[in-house]
């Protein structure tokens, strides 16, 4: 079952990656570099913010297998989540770099994934975030990597229709 699960897991994460990829490789460099308000990302930053944030979720994962009693997670105000989405970070990146590196991600979790079993799903660390604490490590899986990719994708193709509305 939990191979199973895994393997689902990582199907989804690779399809959603997969469809990232071919919807902004369709897009103008223009509203791919576009904010839709200040309080939105621009498409480039939503792809700087993944190739940060999988990653990082990933490293908690194995940190969290080696060790569970580590403290896992950081907030909204962490300094690399928050270096990842500046505009000056995102500018020097050309949108081919950032889908080079989004490219990445589903062989990472792949291979993350497949070092999984059953135990590792259900250890549960001490977390920053008090409404994470007590949740298993397939919760990460669940929502920090899988359904974390697909609410990007969902807020692309929201930067994609608010542009079509004013353009």
Do not use: C
């Amino acid at each position: 079952m939990t191979k199973a699960l895994l393997q689902s897991s990582t199907a989804t994460v690779k399809e959603t990656i997969d469809n990232i990829a071919e919807l902004v490789q369709s897009l103008s460099e223009e509203l791919i570099r576009w904010k839709p308000s200040a309080d939105e990302w621009s498409v480039a930053q939503i792809l700087s913010h993944l190739n940060e944030a999988i990653p990082y979720w990933i490293e908690e994962i194995k940190r969290i297998k080696h060790d569970a009693s580590v403290t896992w997670g950081r907030g909204l105000t962490d300094e690399t989540r928050l270096a990842a989405v500046a505009e000056t970070h995102v500018n020097a990146l050309s949108t081919a770099e950032l889908l080079a590196q989004l490219k990445t991600i589903p062989a990472a979790v792949e291979h993350l994934f497949q070092q999984l079993d059953e135990h590792d799903l259900s250890v549960v660390a001490p977390s920053r975030n008090p409404k994470f604490n007590g949740q298993p490590l397939q919760f990460i899986i669940d929502h920090l990597i899988v359904e974390h990719v697909q609410k990007h994708l969902s807020q692309i193709e929201r930067n994609v229709r608010k542009w079509n509305k004013t353009h």
